[in-house]
């Protein structure tokens, strides 16, 4: 099952005492009666009291985000916000940047610590969030797979070059050339640099900076992306999710880093953490978000107060079964794809070492390995996407449903596999007026464009009979119904129409929810939709890539049990790529297998 109870990450270190909460107590209520006002401000860094949050737009009769909002933060507390999935965490997180609108507005300001001398919020406060879309990218396509297409080492964009290309200090060769510079400059530039050497050493990035961008793993990318938001010296930084895509290995040195960074206030810090994520035991306060509610406090209370809470909601929730249909093929499926001696590499680099692996029918595979193992990038061969799937020459070979890779062609090798990926969910566009239906309809034929009569695609070899129209209008309506809200906004048992190879009509819930914009649903929605993109055409082959991600518990509960009980079928492949084990939907019973990448080599497990 999935695990939704909290966990906290254990390092040694013990909870406050008696005496020391006795004597914060004292301090803080001293301060009520303290004459420097001024002193009372700077020891607040964030003040909402009792006030509800709408979004922008909305009146105040209009129902709030977030209702009779309480929450102080203090100087040298550690601060986590939890919730049981992205929106309205995040929602909470951007509130603090000004994107969502509180009433009534705190008297001493949102940020009191920012009022002596009076700073600005916008330059004092970073966000950085893993959970969303980048916000750079617009609503076009980009095509995500073009990183991977350059040959020559002098026109890939390194790490350094593509994080930290505006700090010209950081760069090998310096931009602005002999420039004379005050002593303050080059004192600033001194600890900015000493701060970034610091970093990239204890997040292990020191040796990754001048390799292209595309020899890194998202894991990689993450780590570089945080150091890139404390270089721009904010006071306060919000991070949202920063655990995502770090292998166990990694998580540990990084909450390490944060740790150290927010005792120093050089940055302040407030996590935002999905609850299966580790909790770490430097956190003192949580702020957990249930429904449109905040409950806020010191971590053992609110803990207590989640374990007894989800007590009852599982003593509320009926039986589910574990099992999932019975896998009837292995060893006998037809192979889908077939590795054997695979390499890629970059220039003297190699990522990929003789890779010898076959996927076949039936089979469910678990992807393992740490960041910068080559996952991505085994990914990339596997769906066609990386120019070296066809330079597999000799004792090299890539068969792609029986045929090698350069005997079929790109468009065709899409329609045949479902993907659900970081890189495609970033990739994907979010234009104005796509329906949801119509971004299920384009995984009928791997595209991003929708098309075609009732929005189902327009087929890659000419127009579609009537006789296929109606089967791909049937999935989607079958999609829907495993997977739309009628499945996960309830917490009785589906009904078999339901359930894939149910169709027929749907349910209001989900044909109110088919018809709205793709852009306006939220990050747990938009990657469900994805998912039902990667499902709809029954591929023959499904790689689900952090295919969870800002999905709440009752979704995350709905799309395994979709995919267990017949969202994949016998005849079809599945890998999960995954560094949490949990979060693979099959188990042993259900003749998982793994296959583990280790510095570029893979091995069965």
Do not use: C
């Not at 992306?225 to 949202?240: F, G, H, N, T």
């Amino acid at each position: 099952m999935f695990k939704t109870e909290l966990r906290i990450l254990r390092n040694g270190r013990s909870r406050p005492s008696i005496t020391s909460n006795w004597l914060r107590t004292l301090l803080q209520a001293s301060r009520g009666t303290h004459s420097d006002s001024g002193n009372d401000a700077a020891a607040i860094v964030v003040q909402i009291s009792g006030s509800n949050i709408h979004r922008f737009g909305d009146s105040n009769i209009a129902a709030p985000v977030f209702q009779d909002v309480r929450w102080t933060v203090r100087d040298g507390e550690s601060w986590a916000v939890i919730g049981s999935g992205s929106s309205q965490k995040t929602a909470l997180l951007q509130t603090l940047r000004g994107h969502l609108r509180i009433t009534s507005p705190p008297p001493g300001g949102l940020f009191p610590f920012l009022s002596n001398p009076p700073r600005d919020p916008h330059n004092a406060v970073a966000f950085v969030s893993f959970a969303h879309r980048p916000q750079s990218f617009g609503n076009a396509f980009y095509d995500y797979s073009a990183r991977y297409g350059a040959v020559r080492d002098e026109d890939r964009i390194t790490l350094r070059e593509s994080m930290f290309g505006e700090y010209d200090f950081l760069n090998i060769r310096p931009k602005a050339g002999l420039v004379t510079k005050m002593p303050e400059e080059l004192a600033a530039e001194k600890a900015k640099k000493d701060i970034f050497e610091d970093l990239t050493a204890k997040l292990g990035l020191s040796s990754l900076l001048d390799l292209p961008m595309v020899a890194l793993s998202n894991g990689q990318t993450r780590r570089a992306r945080i150091i890139k938001a404390v270089l721009s010296q904010p006071e306060l930084l919000l991070l949202d999710e920063p655990l995502t895509g770090l292998d166990v290995h990694n998580r540990p040195t990084l909450l390490s880093v944060l740790h150290s960074l927010h005792s120093s206030r050089k940055p302040r810090i407030i996590m935002g953490l999905r609850k299966q994520d580790p909790i770490p035991d430097w956190i003192t306060h949580l702020a957990l978000i249930k429904g449109g509610r905040l409950l806020t406090g010191e971590k053992g209370d609110i803990l207590e107060q989640q374990a007894a809470d989800a007590a009852q909601e599982k003593a509320a929730q009926p039986f589910i079964s574990t099992h999932g249909l019975p896998v009837t093929r292995g060893e006998d499926g037809k192979p889908v794809a077939i590795l054997k001696n695979v390499n890629v590499a970059y220039g003297p680099r190699k990522v990929l070492k003789s890779i010898n692996w076959t996927i076949r029918e039936g089979q469910r595979w678990h992807l393992q390995g740490a960041n910068g193992s080559g996952k991505t990038t085994l990914m990339s061969v596997i769906t066609g996407d990386h120019p070296q799937s066809y330079t597999q020459r000799g004792e090299s070979y890539l068969e792609l449903f029986s045929r090698p890779r350069p005997k079929i062609s790109t468009p065709h090798l899409r329609s045949l596999i479902g993907v659900v990926s970081p890189e495609l969910a970033n990739a994907y566009p979010r234009r104005a007026k796509t329906s949801v239906w119509e971004v299920v309809g384009t995984g009928f034929d791997g595209v991003f464009v929708p098309g075609g009569k009732n929005g189902v695609g327009m087929g890659l070899e000419g127009e579609l009979s009537d006789e296929v129209v109606r089967w791909r209008v049937n999935r989607i309506r079958e999609v829907l119904s495993g997977l739309g809200p009628s499945s996960w906004s309830s917490r009785t048992t589906p009904s078999s129409a339901h359930w894939p190879g149910s169709g027929g009509k749907l349910a209001d819930i989900d044909d109110e929810f088919s018809r709205r914009d793709f852009v306006d649903l939220s990050a747990g929605e938009q990657s469900m939709v994805l998912l039902m993109r990667a499902l709809v055409s029954r591929p023959q082959l499904v790689l689900l890539d952090e295919a969870w991600s800002g999905m709440d518990d009752s979704m995350v509960h709905t799309a395994r049990r979709y995919l267990r009980e017949g969202g994949v079928g016998h005849d079809q492949a599945a890998v999960v790529i995954s560094h949490w084990e949990d979060e693979v939907p099959w188990g042993i019973e259900d003749g998982l297998r793994r296959f583990r990448l280790d510095e570029g080599n893979g091995s069965h497990v």
